[in-house]
T-cell receptor
């Protein structure tokens, strides 16, 4: 299994600022992902974090708004840039093991004022 | 198009009663199948998975799920629900033609009454 530590667990931010969310996995994993979950909704994939290269973004998400880094096999960051109230959501880090099992962090609950 | 369907958005069940949550998928081949639970304010926890073999799989917290190829279904069950089972439940699939993406259903909200 993989245990994922995500921080911060929650934050309240001002419009126009940026927030960086960190994700640390306790073991080497093959793939890491970032999701967004709107209240009462399912998960939407933002991007796949690739080690040492640019992330692969899903339709509707762009690097300028959601820059992602993955400097090694167990760590990744997601930045939410130039925030607006529409960015208020839960952001979840996820990692997939070589057994094709995907685990999730506890999430970051973001409120933008 | 590939899809995962959870027909029930919301289910209310009495404590001690049985629970069944439905999940149907639309793929050409048998995918890898998962059930996750999300308690309020928490991330997703893996309940169980099916890759191959015995079609009835046991998971944590007393849950089980049965894969039925003929119905493209992977329903989750629990014989006796506890108040702590109140949560959101997500079915998810991973297919060999989309190794990069875990596809989620819309989720089923379970409310447990005394």
């Amino acid at each position: 299994s993989a245990v994922i530590s995500q921080k911060p667990s929650r934050d309240i931010c001002q419009r126009g600022t940026s927030l960086t969310i960190q994700c640390q996995v306790d073991s080497q994993v093959t793939m890491m992902f970032w999701y967004r979950q709107q209240p009462g909704q399912s998960l939407t994939l933002i991007a796949t974090a690739n080690q040492g290269s640019e992330a692969t973004y899903e339709s509707g998400f762009v690097i300028d708004k959601f820059p992602i880094s993955r400097p090694n096999l167990t760590f990744s960051t997601l930045t939410v840039s130039n925030m607006s109230p529409e960015d208020s959501s839960i952001y979840l880090c996820s990692a997939r093991t070589d057994k094709n099992i995907q685990y999730f962090g506890a999430g970051t609950r973001l409120s933008v004022l | 198009a590939q899809s995962v369907t959870q027909p029930d958005i919301h289910i209310t069940v009495s404590e001690g009663a049985s629970l069944e949550l439905r999940c149907n998928y639309s793929y050409g081949a048998t995918p890898y199948l998962f059930w996750y639970v999300q308690s309020p304010g928490q991330g997703l926890q893996l309940l169980l998975k099916y890759f191959s073999g015995d079609t009835l799989v046991q998971g944590i917290k007393g849950f089980e799920a049965e894969f039925k190829r003929s119905q493209s279904s992977f329903n989750l069950r629990k014989p006796s629900v506890h108040w702590s089972d109140a949560a959101e439940y997500f079915c998810a699939v991973l297919t060999t033609d989309s190794w990069g993406k875990l596809q989620f259903g819309a989720g089923t909200q379970v409310v447990v009454t005394p």
